[in-house]
């Protein structure tokens, strides 16, 4: 009888204790959401005062002071930048870039990386260290070379001239070969059995068993061909053929900057992305941490 | 590519022929100078413990591993240097390898869909074959929504619809649970009964090798011990590592003299010193030898009994319930007996055990079967 109650009071005991250390936990909790929600609200408030802004008329935004709401609502930047400016033809530019920098980059590096994980050929690991290598270089440092190259093969000015130097993507091409590695070898053997050539293998076995890796890194490739400022910038001077990063450059008159229409358009040309990385999030958030475990 | 027919295959003529193949990766032999004959329509046994060279030699059938040198005939045709795909066999993998995106009605289609057949004939062919081992519940499932059982159904599957000249196993049902191993080995026994394709089997398991097969090939480092009919192997092994290998528990052996040969007997002096007489055919000359006895042949019986070749005491006892295995502790080392169901012993118990002479082998230096 007595061992019994014992055993209840020490059951009590662990009780209260657990109890205890839960309040703990909670208030740890509490004090880190705190700091991520007001980390949050730092990072998200030019995102805020940008947006904001773009409803403001422009005699608004110069005043002096800080104006958490526009005075006076005003959709007429986005107006402007809709019915005069040729921010139509940059998205359309944005998209056929990116989309062409997507398609090629992934199917590339697809086979190349199956080629190196898969495949037994002459001078493959020097092919592989060479991707390595590649991998090493800052894509800004050969930005004089690329266009001395693209402007040889005649492409400053045009769309394949901003997609041309957006292929080297080595990162892509060594994600690839390292899930290509690591699919079990029996399935090859199988397939190769039932006849399937290489291309069949390719496509249907190891694209396929890969896919949300082919996802991921089509969103993160998109994402960073629409965003690209710098190559587009220098390849192409016609306004026309102009992607809509460098189209921001091109919103102003006769009165100079004019920031309400500047950031207007700078939402706009956020949008896609931003709506990308909503529908994708889980995606995105896997293509980043697989090419930072490479970049590591 | 030499493509020359040798013989036409009537029944009785080798399906599947090695003709003294090796294998080497880099400086290691992995398989020497092997050859090796299936019968059309036969259930071919590749029995060894593992890194004998069973499965390397299944793989160069298959044509996924290159012959270093020798030669692989299917039906007559030499296809030492074809791609796995123009053999016309088909292997089911341990790990049964089904494409884990694909349903299983496209999992046995595939080789069919990768010959750009029609999707109707592709249709038609996986619902034949999901017909004949009761998939078709399952046909538009995904491997992983699938039981073991059913996985290697669709293995198999996947082999079937090719209708290929023989198939090939590799440990195919080492990944299942013990009840579901036997009832699988009962199916894939009733699948060779009905089709009559020649299948060639690769196994560790002594018992899937016996009970399956009409023909196993013991491997031993990369070298045929044996070939034989299951009880061929288990009545008449050609050496001590069949022997052993064969059968379960496993054969027990002990040194033993041998006081004379004369003809096809053997009078042999066991360690007590009582001599029995053993049939031999060859080993003239020998003075001592192993003499190996079966679990199943000493029979436990009063230690006082003039019968006794040996008195023993009792270390374990393990009951089955349709036999009784005991370990028993003897002046020549530890022996495995195996009496009937109800045999009552006890551990601790000292026991006396005759020896079914009749049974008995002797085993020479070399471990050769004298």
């Known amino acids: 009888m007595t061992a019994s109650v014992s055993t209840a009071d020490l059951s009590a005991q662990t009780g209260a204790r657990r109890l205890a250390s839960l309040r703990r936990v909670d208030l740890a909790g509490l004090v880190i959401t705190v700091a991520t929600l007001l980390g949050a609200i730092f990072w998200a408030f030019p995102l805020y005062w940008g947006l904001v802004t773009t409803f403001k008329p422009e005699y608004e935004v110069v005043r002096p002071g800080v104006a958490l709401w526009p005075a006076h609502f005003t959709l007429e930047n986005y107006g402007h930048v809709l019915l005069e400016t040729k921010i139509g033809l940059w998205y359309i530019n944005s998209l056929i870039t990116s989309g062409a920098v997507t398609v090629i980059v992934v199917m590339m590096a697809a086979s190349a990386g199956y080629a190196i994980s898969q495949l037994d050929f002459p001078f493959r690991r020097y092919f592989w260290w060479m991707i390595l290598a590649s991998f090493m270089v800052p894509i800004p440092a050969l930005i004089v070379n690329h266009f001395i190259l693209m402007s040889q093969f005649r492409l400053i000015n045009t769309l394949a001239g901003v997609v041309g130097p957006q292929l080297i993507a080595p990162v892509t091409v060594i994600i690839y070969k390292q899930f290509f590695d690591s699919v079990p070898k029996d399935f090859r053997e199988a397939a190769v059995m039932d006849g399937a050539s290489e291309f069949q293998l390719l496509f249907r076995i190891y694209l396929p068993m890969n896919w949300g890796i082919t996802t991921a890194l089509a969103i993160i490739t998109f994402i960073g061909a629409w965003n690209l400022f710098l190559w587009p910038f220098l390849a192409v001077s016609s306004e026309d053929l102009m992607n809509i990063t460098v189209g921001i450059t091109q919103v102003h008159d006769a009165f100079g900057v004019q920031y309400a229409r500047d950031l207007a358009v700078a939402m706009l040309a956020a949008l896609p992305v931003a709506l990308v990385y909503l529908i994708f999030q889980r995606r995105v958030t896997q293509a980043i941490m697989l090419s930072a475990g490479i970049k590591g | ?370």
Not at chain 2, 26 to 52: Q, Y
């Open chain 2, 1 to 370: 590519m030499s493509a020359a027919p040798v013989e036409t295959g009537d029944a009785a003529a080798p399906h599947v022929e090695l003709r003294r193949v090796t294998k080497r990766y880099g400086p290691v032999t992995a398989i020497s100078d092997l050859s090796l004959t299936v019968d059309k329509g036969s259930f071919t046994a590749l029995l060894g413990p593992s890194g004998c060279g069973k499965s390397t030699l299944l793989r160069m059938i298959a044509g996924l591993e290159a012959i270093t040198a020798g030669q692989c005939f299917i039906d007559g045709v030499d296809v030492s240097d074809m791609p796995p795909a123009q053999r016309r066999i088909a292997m089911v993998f341990q790990s049964y390898a089904l494409y884990p995106h694909m349903t299983v009605r496209q999992n046995i289609a595939f080789s069919l869909s990768v010959a750009g057949q029609p999707k109707k004939v592709q249709n038609e062919r996986a619902l034949e074959v999901a017909r004949i081992l009761q998939l078709e519940p399952f046909l538009d499932r995904r491997p992983a929504e699938l039981s073991g059982g059913q996985r290697q159904r669709v293995a198999i599957g996947r082999a079937l619809v090719r209708k290929p000249e023989a198939f090939l196993f590799d440990e195919p049902l080492s990944n299942l649970d013990a009840k579901l191993r036997v009832q699988m080995r009962f199916e894939l026994a009733k699948l060779h009964a009905d089709l009559g394709t020649t299948m060639v089997y690769v196994t560790h398991d002594q018992t899937e090798a016996m009970t399956l097969a009409d023909k196993i090939v013991v491997l031993d480092k990369g070298v045929i011990s044996q070939v034989g009919s299951p009880l061929e192997l288990y009545n008449a092994p050609a050496n001590k590592f069949v022997a052993a290998f064969i059968g379960s528990p496993s054969m027990n052996f002990f040194g033993v003299d041998i006081a004379a040969i004369s003809g096809r007997t053997a009078t042999v002096v066991l360690p007590g010193g009582r001599t029995v007489e053993i049939g031999v055919t060859t080993g003239a000359g020998a003075r001592s030898a192993e003499l190996g006895v079966r679990p199943e042949h000493l029979t436990v019986v009063d230690p006082r009994d003039p019968a006794a070749a040996f008195a023993g005491k009792v270390a374990i006892i393990e009951h089955l319930g349709s036999s009784t295995i005991l370990y028993v502790e003897t002046p020549v080392g530890q022996l495995v007996v195996e009496g009937e169901g109800d045999l009552a012993a006890k551990s601790g118990e000292t026991i006396g055990l005759r020896l079914n002479q009749n049974h008995a082998r002797l085993f020479g230096v070399t471990g050769a079967t004298l």
